[in-house]
């Protein structure tokens, strides 16, 4: 998978292209990661094959009928509540926010948030991570709780 996910993310950094409304969104966190997708893509791919690599990969969630949105085991970067940072190129980020705005070639909005469909905010792996509003991140967690799994996505109340 990790050649895969590489892969793609270089043909898509390397289509990357500032959108009509780029100057009206601009923000220093939006402009650092245009220059980084523009002036350093073979860094940033480095980093993210360097930071899923050191991740550790866990067992899938049990199935069941109200698992998770994944079928695979999470790659976990330090803990849920302190999840993992990384710097480059003047970035200071979350890694799980990082890796999916890289591999996508993708600015995130004010209002977008990166989105864990495992529910494990440790977890890095490219799959588990979607970037979307904070209403659906709501329903994400909603749905967490419905399905009685702890604040990690795990374990299932019966």
Not at 12 to 21: G, K, T, V, Y
Not at 29 to 35: K, M, Q
Not at 102 to 123: D, F, P, Q, S, T
Not at 134 to 143: R, V
Request: net charge neutral; charged share 30%.
């Amino acid at each position: 998978m990790l050649i895969t996910w590489l892969k793609e993310g270089k043909r898509n950094l390397a289509e990357f292209q500032r959108s009509p409304f780029h100057e009206a969104l601009r923000n220093e966190t939006r402009d650092s990661y245009t220059n980084l997708f523009e002036n350093h893509a073979a860094e940033a791919l480095a980093k993210v094959r360097e930071l899923l690599v050191s991740a550790k990969v866990t067992d899938p969630l049990p199935a069941s009928m109200s698992a998770s949105r994944t079928l695979e085991g999470c790659w976990e970067l330090k803990t849920h509540d302190k999840p993992k940072t990384i710097g480059i190129c003047g970035i200071t980020d979350y890694a799980y926010r990082f890796i999916p705005m890289v591999l996508n070639a993708e600015l995130m909005g004010e209002r977008e948030v990166v989105r864990h469909l495992c529910h494990n905010r440790a977890c890095v792996c490219p799959d588990h991570l979607d970037i979307g509003s904070y209403q659906q991140n709501t329903q994400d967690e909603n749905e967490r709780r419905y399905a009685g799994r702890d604040s990690q996505g795990r374990g299932q109340k019966v």
